[in-house]
């Protein structure tokens, strides 16, 4: 009797589990799709964001030579030696962006979007995103500001039409 219940309590779960879209296999991206998704994420510059996180670090390691001077030679040797592995380490979160690129959009739109890309305006897009980026987070901190202030400001004001005060 218990045997059954187990094998019934497995069947049970391993037909959630197919009928599951969570657990549903999503169809792999051919070779092709891979690619041009792979296209899309280095020529847009999403993973210059990648080298933006690892030149620190290696900087930040070679810093050490400062304040120990007797281990430079060996410390730059040592930095040289790990940048190959670090650029395989890169190449696997590039190979992630383009899996996401490639479950989300067509071959037919990333080569659409690749085309952008490697036009004069998508190469100057991505020439001057960081720049752009960086003014839109220091105006995004202002305006969140204005928009706390404002909410809180109509909030009292609202509240204290129906008899009630917000601190």
Known sequence: MILNASRLAATSVALFMLASPVFAQQPQPSPS???VAREVAISSGMTRSFEAMTEPLLA???QMNVTRPEIRSDLDQVVNQIRPELEQKKQVMVDKAAQAFASRLSEAELKDI???????AGVRY???QPVILDEIVSDLAVWAQDVSEFIMTRARAEMGKRGHALQ
Do not use: D
């Open 33 to 35: 799709h891979l690619t």
């Open 60 to 62: 930040q390691l070679q």
């Open 114 to 120: 690749a085309a952008f890309y490697k036009s004069a």
């Open 126 to 128: 991505v020439e001057t």
